[in-house]
């Protein structure tokens, strides 16, 4: 049994940025108007609605996007479209720190006061912001802005950072960096806190000889185009020539490692799931790199988006998946939006969707926006997340492979172990696997920061 409150309805600004997300309701069981003609005296569609839980962490997205906080009328509301208990739509929006469920301003800068930040100056930031503005949460400017103290915000080689949250009918989120209190307090005041950051160099490519980071810098990461210029998606077309088969031992031949820690053989981990009798299997690109002082995922997702979409596309290829999830973490908004655009633009260049380059091959991938938890960069409990639960790591056995995301096989690598499946098909695996070490082939991505002449991303055997 849940109690749902009885109190004010949702407000027509918090139903719109719900339907938007979750389409109009279809009848009054719904969160729609009552039609006695339509609706009669029996619910129906229940289990239609509870099997679109995975969609209430965008819709959540949605009301803070709009309002600045999740009331609980618009969190009744949301509960009512997707048929889960308030209580356990509570329990969600309170997992996150990104989402707020007791009134606050519109215009929020969230101050990183993390490792990296510190070593620069954000102590003494947020001390001048105290100063200026007041302690950190309580409303200024007749309510309409606040600053926040943050966990690391992933910019940590342009320290010290702020995300900048603005709500309303046309929502932004901007990352400016380096910042310092007098530049806060000035967007906070501003007319339009929200106008976009000049752009500021802080990665460094390692120079010749890169592999990984070869076209950063050099493509522009919006154009297609120009990724295809420079050698893009040559990889898939070889990959769909090639068939499964043959990329799961040109990836095992690579002794590929898995880069988000726990170097489990890449080869055999597809090879598992592409031999699972259950169906659907889904492929999972774990970009919610949250860990203080690395940002190298970030890099990739900003500045060469095109190539996560391709190498989550040759993946999918290999191990028999239809649908991928890219989950990239809330404080990311340049990388969610370059990663979603690419992949609108993939979609329409036939290199997503039903047919892949005229191959018979269906694969599309949906992006998933975290909201602030560490813990959702630990596989299991980013399942939890995209299903719409609060992202809490599950008990291993069973593990992904056989049952993973929705209780499926499901296929999970991050962003830099995906991205070397293209240079492994471009110089095949043997070769690939003569770089690097015998215990660590290829080449690995380092983040430098804090105290550092020339912080940044670099590359290496």
Same mark, same amino acid.
């Given at each position: 049994?849940?109690? &749902? ?17 979750? @389409? ?30 995975? %969609? ?61 930040? $510190? ?18 949460? *309580? ?49 906070? *005041? ?37 990724? $295809? ?51 659907? &299997? ?8 949250? %860990? ?76 998933? $926006? ?8 630990? %596989? ?48 095949? @695996? ?32």
């Amino acid at each position: 049994m849940d109690l &749902h409150v009885i109190g004010p309805l949702a407000s027509p600004a918090e139903r719109a940025a719900v339907d938007a997300v979750l @389409g109009p309701p279809t009848s009054g069981w719904a969160g729609g108007p009552r039609d006695s003609a339509v609706d009669g005296h029996a619910a129906r569609g229940g289990h239609a609605a509870r099997a679109r839980r995975s %969609e209430l962490l965008p819709a959540l997205h949605a009301v803070q996007a709009r309002i600045g906080w999740i009331s609980q009328p618009a969190l009744n509301y949301v509960c009512k479209r997707l048929a889960i208990a308030p209580a356990d739509a509570y329990g969600v929006a309170t997992f996150f720190a990104l989402f707020a469920t007791t009134p606050r301003p519109p215009v929020v800068a969230h101050v990183c006061d993390d490792i990296a930040c $510190r070593l620069a100056g954000a102590e003494g930031l947020c001390a001048d912001l105290e100063r200026a503005l007041g302690p950190a949460g *309580e409303p200024v400017r007749d309510g309409r802005t606040t600053w926040l103290r943050s966990p690391c915000l992933g910019l940590c080689d342009r320290a010290p950072a702020a995300l900048l949250t603005v709500a309303g009918e046309e929502s932004r989120s901007l990352a400016v960096a380096p910042v310092d209190a007098a530049g806060i307090v000035s967007r906070l *005041e501003s007319d339009d806190p929200g106008q976009a950051a000049a752009p500021t160099a802080g990665t460094v490519p390692s120079g010749a000889g890169s592999r990984l980071l070869a076209r950063v810098g050099v493509v522009d990461p919006a154009s297609l185009d120009d990724f $295809r210029a420079h050698g893009g998606y040559d990889a898939l077309a070889r990959a769909l020539g090639m068939g499964p088969d043959a990329i799961l031992a040109e990836v095992t031949a690579s002794k590929l490692m898995g880069r988000g820690g726990a170097a489990f053989p890449t080869g055999r981990k597809w090879a598992a799931v592409a031999a699972q009798a259950a169906q659907p &299997h889904y492929l999972v690109c774990n970009a919610d790199e949250s %860990e203080p002082g690395t940002f190298k995922d970030r890099v990739l997702l900003e500045d060469d988006p095109f190539l996560i979409v391709e190498a989550m596309t040759i993946a999918a290829f290999a191990t028999g998946c239809s649908t991928g999830y890219l989950y990239i973490r809330g404080e990311y908004p340049e990388a969610e939006a370059r990663v979603d655009d690419a992949i609108r633009q993939a979609r329409s260049a036939g290199l997503l969707g039903p047919d892949i380059l005229g191959s018979g091959f269906a694969f599309d991938i949906e992006l998933r $926006r975290g909201a602030g938890a560490y813990i959702c960069g630990e %596989e299991t409990a980013l399942f939890e997340s995209i299903e719409g639960k609060r992202g809490e790591p599950r008990n291993k056995p069973p593990f992904p492979v056989e049952v993973g995301l929705f209780g499926k096989p499901t296929v999970i690598n991050n962003v830099e172990t995906l991205v070397n499946v293209l240079e492994i098909l471009r110089v095949g @695996g043997s070769a690939y696997a003569k770089v690097g070490t015998a215990e660590s082939t290829g080449t690995r991505l380092f983040c430098l920061s804090g105290r550092v002449q020339t912080p940044g991303v670099y590359e290496v055997e």
